[in-house]
C-alpha cells in the first residue's frame, strides 16, 4: 500500500436488514385513550465484509406500553456497505462507531415512523443522537472497567 494514498470514505449501498412490527394486544389495545409510554433503544454494529469494505447496522428498538401490556414493537436494522481505504487503525472505530450511524440514523428514523403508522399509530419521530457521545462514553466506560480501551471490528 502506498504511504500517500488518499483515504476513501464512501456508501456503497443503503438498505434495511431486518424490519420487525409487532402490536400483540390488537385490536382491544386501539380502544384504549391512555398515552403509552415509548422507550427507544439503539445499537450499532460493524463488521468487515472484504477488503476495505464493512457492513454497519443501526438497530432502533421502539417500545410503547401502558403499564405491562405492550402495545407496539418496532424494530429496524438499518445497514449500509461503506467503502472504508487507506485510514488509518485509530480512525477506524471511530468512522465505524460515529460516523456511519450519523449516516444511517435518518433513514431509519423514517423507516420507524413509517413502521409505526402502518402498524396504526401516530408516527414517532426520533429525535437527533449524539453518537460521537455515546461512543466516548462506552469508551470511558471500558476504561473504568479496566476492560481495552478498542471495541473489536470484525
Known sequence: MEQNAQPVFGIEKLYVKDLSVEVPNAPEVFLEREQPQVE?????????????????????TVTAKMGEKTVFL?????????????VPDE?????????CP???????????SDAVSRAGFQPIVLQPVNFEGMYMQRLQQQA?????AEVSIQ
Open 91 to 99: 480512525q477506524m472505530e471511530p468512522l465505524i462507531a460515529v460516523a
Open 74 to 86: 418496532v424494530e429496524v436494522g438499518q445497514a449500509g456497505i461503506f467503502r472504508i481505504q487507506n
Open 102 to 112: 450519523n449516516i444511517l440514523f435518518p433513514y431509519a428514523r423514517e423507516a420507524v
Open 144 to 148: 473504568e472497567s479496566g476492560a481495552p
Open 40 to 60: 427507544i433503544q439503539l445499537n450499532s454494529s460493524g463488521r468487515g465484509v472484504g477488503e476495505g469494505v464493512f457492513e454497519v447496522v443501526l438497530t432502533v
